[in-house]
Structure formats: structure tokens, C-alpha cells
């Protein structure tokens, strides 16, 4: 199940590249801040996840979501996945912007891939609600924006059962439960 997730991500990214061939100019622009991946801040954010389990809520903070992810899909996929890092911004507002970024070689011209929206609650599960979605300049929109969203919310529909969902600078916070 875990390993379906990972490989849906790794397909959102060839479905972007593949789809951005007539699309728009642009890019999409990711918070300035950096965010630190490491091995220490996916242990922490492992830990915040079973301690959530256990109070029903939990809150990370973007290094230890970003490095959790990261961590996760290296320990899942084999050496000839794709993703280098998942890096995660989270803005007040419920705003999240997310940055895949590629092995050398991977995608022509640039190692990123970049999505921006709003992080929701929808029928307990949390979901993506997409507004942008880029790479090398180019950006998509529309049905195509549509379908990039729907693997997307395929990818976090398997991670329980969520009532709320907050983000703040640099923060996010779900619980389980909350109406």
C-alpha cells in the first residue's frame, strides 16, 4: 500500500512532464525559506506521527514533514526511484506549496516539479486542492490540473481518517476526530 503511494508520486511527475508540452509560461513560486531534509528531522517527524496516533493530533513542522517524506520514500523504493527530496512549505491560510525535485537526469532542463494550493479536510480524509503546478517554466491548468490532483488525493487517501486540518508558518496540524 505504502509502496502504491510512493509510486503515485513518482507517476504525478512523469504525467506533469509529459503534459506540459502545450501548456502555459510561468513558474511557480516557492516560499524563500529553506527548509532542512535530514535524518534526525524524519525521526522526529515519525515520532510527532505516533504520538498523534496516541493524543489524536499531531503537528509538524516543515523540515520534519519534508524530511519524513523523503526519508519514507527512499526506505520504500528501490535505488532507481526518481525523487531526490519532498521538500514541504506551509503558509497560514491552509496554503501548501510541495517541490519534488529529481535525480540528475531524470527531466530535461530543471530537477523540479512544483504544486501550490490549499491542504483540506474532505469526508475524514485529508485532500490537495491544487491551484498551480509546474516545471522548467512551463505550468498547467485546467482538466490537466484536474487529473495531476486526482493522484495526488489517490496518494493521501490511505493515510487515515483526518476532522481538521491547520496550517501555519511553517506548521501543520491534524486531528483526528475534530468536527
Known sequence: MLNRRIWV??????LLMSMLAGCTMGDVPAPARSVPISIDAALEGQNAGLMGLMTGEVTWSESQLSSFLTELLKQNTGPNQPVEAIT???EPGNRIHARITLKDGV???????DVAGQVMVQGGRVMVNLAEAGANGMMISGP????VSSYINSALAGFGVAG????GEGTITIKVGAM
Open 144 to 147: 490537466l490540473m484536474d487529473l
Open 107 to 113: 527531466l530535461l532542463g530543471g530537477r523540479n516539479i
Open 9 to 14: 508520486v513518482a507517476l504525478v511527475a512523469v
Open 88 to 90: 514541504v512549505w506551509l
Open 164 to 167: 481538521e486540518v491547520t496550517t
